[in-house]
């Protein structure tokens, strides 16, 4: 198989509110009526939000806290997730028992993972899957909560931050340099920045450049609430930020929190070829594709967005999806 396409989603959440409606309805709920569009995809990968487990407790002076079900696997089953990044500051909202139980629940469901584990080595060590004859790998890391990093006999997450002269930055340069000879299709997890907010800081341009210069065909950015740009450097897409896709939150009425897009980066034999983006809303702890009356306003934010990256886009109102060619328009 030459040809990939991968599809990718930000910040899916399955805990509190989402556990509580998961109860009652069917695994394939939170999906709402994108699971359609999750069958078109060879590969799928999400920022999952949350702990697997039904144990541990809260940890301590942290305000929000996490947890699905462990029976709740089955809701990545239903959209037949490939890979998650566990990257992030919610990983460890349990404790050290929970993490554990989140990559136990994920390895016996045949679910890739990278960013967290028992050990800095397992929190830096790439996830890899077959698609046919390919293989695609994922790295992941956060620049969120440095209290849990990682050690070397201590449990925790991939923590780096955006910062070239860091001792943790050029470890995770290592790592994906080493990964790319291994990887025929290599992914960068960054669950980075702020939670509003829709421009990338800047410090995080160059750090995504330095990461595609390093071999990354991908760079996969979430934890913002927002989404923002996407730029194409060097023929590899940078999705700054992938924003929300499955949540209980409140929404902000002005930010929008509730939009996004799932997101297909098709890949030809010698790398990436296009982007298309499907905007999508989140309502009643639901994922669902935008509605005609407000697809074309998330479709035109984005766009917006992209003119400041240099981003060709175009938007096709019958299918309701924003195009980004990275080589020549229609291949």
């Not at 595609?212 to 060097?234: K, N, P, Q, T």
Request: proline fraction near 5%; aromatic fraction near 10%.
């Amino acid at each position: 198989m030459n040809e990939v396409r991968l599809l990718l989603v930000g910040d899916v959440m399955l805990g509190r509110g989402v556990n509580a409606v998961l109860r009652h309805t069917r695994a394939e709920y939170p999906w709402g009526d994108t699971l359609g569009l999750f069958g078109e995809a060879n590969f799928r990968i999400c920022n999952l939000e949350c702990a697997i487990s039904n144990r541990g407790e809260p940890w301590p002076d942290k305000a929000f806290h996490f947890r699905t079900d462990t029976k709740n696997v089955a809701v990545l089953g239903a959209a037949h997730i490939d890979a998650v990044s566990l990257a992030n500051n919610h990983a460890l909202d349990f404790g050290d028992q929970a993490l554990a139980d989140t990559v136990a629940v994920l390895d016996t469901a045949g679910i890739a993972h990278a960013g967290a584990g028992a050990n800095l080595a397992e929190a830096f060590r790439p996830a890899t899957a077959r698609v046919g004859a390919r293989t695609i790998g994922m790295v992941a890391f956060t620049d969120n909560e440095p209290s849990w990093e990682a050690g070397e006999a201590r449990a925790g997450i991939a923590y780096v931050p955006v910062d070239f002269e860091e001792e943790r930055a050029r470890l995770l340069f290592e790592t994906v340099e080493k990964a790319r000879p291994r990887c025929d299709i290599l992914v960068v997890a960054a669950h980075w920045g702020p939670n509003w907010g829709y421009e990338p800081p800047p410090r995080q341009i160059p750090f995504a450049h330095r990461l595609i210069d390093l071999g990354a065909d991908v760079v996969f950015g979430h934890s913002g609430h927002v989404f923002r740009a996407v730029e194409i450097y060097r023929g590899r897409p940078i999705l700054y930020c992938t924003g929300n896709f499955i949540d209980d939150y409140a929404v902000d009425e002005v930010e929008r929190n509730d939009e996004s897009f799932i997101f297909f980066v098709d890949f030809g034999a010698a790398g990436p070829t296009r982007l298309r983006l499907y905007p999508t809303i989140i309502s009643q702890c639901q994922a669902r594709l935008a509605p005609v009356s407000r697809a074309g306003e998330i479709a035109y934010k984005m766009l917006r967005l992209c003119e400041r990256t240099g981003t060709q886009t175009l938007w096709h109102n019958h299918e309701r999806y924003l195009e980004m060619p990275i080589g020549r328009v229609g291949t």
